[in-house]
């Protein structure tokens, strides 16, 4: 079992930015890829951005390229996702994910660990 907490959310305004952090406990020592998704109110969870296990491999949704950067830290067990220029339609909790695959991985289906969430609100 992977125990997923998320923080770093908050309200901001449209332009601003925003460090997300992601704090894995429990079986750190396998190899996950991780990823970030988001959800907003009405919406199915959609993919934002994943890294591979080393780090050395990101993808992104095409909606945040350019804006979003996933890094991770494997000493410290913790994922972050800074996000920069902040739209309205940015606005969601967003939510990370440890999957069974060491490679950054879009889908959803792969993903096993969840953390609760934590809520971006950009204002206009």
């Known amino acids: 079992q992977v125990q997923l907490v998320e923080s770093g959310g908050g309200l901001v305004q449209a332009g601003g930015s925003l460090r997300l952090s992601c704090a894995a406990s429990?079986?750190?020592?396998?190899?996950?890829?991780m990823g970030w998704f988001r959800q907003a109110p009405g919406k199915e969870r959609e993919f934002v951005a994943a890294?591979?296990?080393?780090?050395?491999?990101?993808v992104y949704a095409d909606s945040v390229k350019g804006r979003f950067t996933i890094s991770r830290d494997n000493a410290k067990n913790t994922v972050y996702l800074q996000m920069n220029s902040l739209k309205p339609e940015d606005t969601a909790v967003y939510l990370c994910?440890?999957?069974?695959?060491?490679?950054?991985?879009?889908?959803?289906?792969?993903?096993?660990?969840w953390g609760q969430g934590t809520q971006v609100t950009v204002s206009s």
């Open positions: 994910a440890a999957a069974r695959v060491v490679y950054a991985s879009t889908y959803i289906s792969q993903y096993d660990y």
């Open positions: 429990g079986r750190t020592g396998s190899r996950y890829g």
């Open positions: 890294t591979s296990w080393s780090g050395g491999n990101t």
